[in-house]
């Protein structure tokens, strides 16, 4: 049976992102080219126009909704105790990111290739992101669990370590998923000077 015109598109939209930020994670933005894209994907380079403008904004999109499902996905209870929902914080962290490594190396090494009205889009997207874990820390300092002395440090240090997991972890290796979050658990413990 032959595929329609839609279904089609709803095939190589998605393949055209994904060998996009392949490409892009292992070879940098700048050294990728249109052309290398759609041979990757298997058509003429003048096809991907059909579904992005340009690469900028293929990096856009592909950053953009990185951040939108990290936003979606993490859930915070903010009855619930300080300790707790850091701990939750850093187990969701890592878990998202090792799910994603690709997507958390654009997001932080490829920014510096957006054009200044799209790093804003996405700092402001980031900033949604970290304001989150900030809320945490900010009540753990209230409640008398965590003992920070600049909680905006605090926060950008937490998830750079958390984050930094995906430039070392690999799956089969000497700590599994879980325990590598227990770990990343204890550490995240002493950097907020919790009891």
């Known amino acids: 049976m032959a595929r329609t015109q839609g279904s089609r598109a709803e095939i190589t939209g998605p393949l055209i992102r994904d060998e996009a ?3 892009f994670a292992r070879q940098g933005y700048a050294a990728v080219s249109m052309r290398q894209i759609a041979a990757a994907v298997g058509v003429q380079a003048g096809a991907l126009y059909a579904y992005t403008p ?3 904004a293929l990096l856009f999109d592909l950053l953009e909704t990185h951040m939108q499902d990290l936003l979606a996905a993490w859930q915070d209870d903010a009855t619930a105790d300080p300790l707790a929902r850091l701990e939750a914080f850093v187990r969701f962290h890592i878990a998202f ?7 958390v190396f654009l997001s ?3 920014l510096r290739n957006l054009t200044p009205a ?3 889009r996405i700092a402001a997207l980031r900033g949604r992101y970290e304001a989150a874990l ?4 900010h009540d753990g300092i209230v409640a008398g669990v965590m003992h920070v002395p600049d909680r905006k440090l605090a926060t950008m240090a937490l998830i750079a370590m958390l984050t930094g997991v995906t430039n070392w972890y690999r799956e089969g290796g000497r700590l599994d998923r879980q325990r590598i979050g ?3 658990w204890d550490l995240a413990r002493g950097a907020v000077g919790a009891d």
């Open 21 to 23: 930020r392949r490409l």
């Open 54 to 56: 340009d690469k900028q």
């Open 97 to 103: 990111s090792l799910d994603r490594p690709d997507g």
């Open 108 to 110: 932080y090494m490829e």
């Open 118 to 120: 799209n790093y804003q």
């Open 134 to 137: 900030d809320r945490i820390l």
């Open 182 to 184: 227990d770990i990343y």
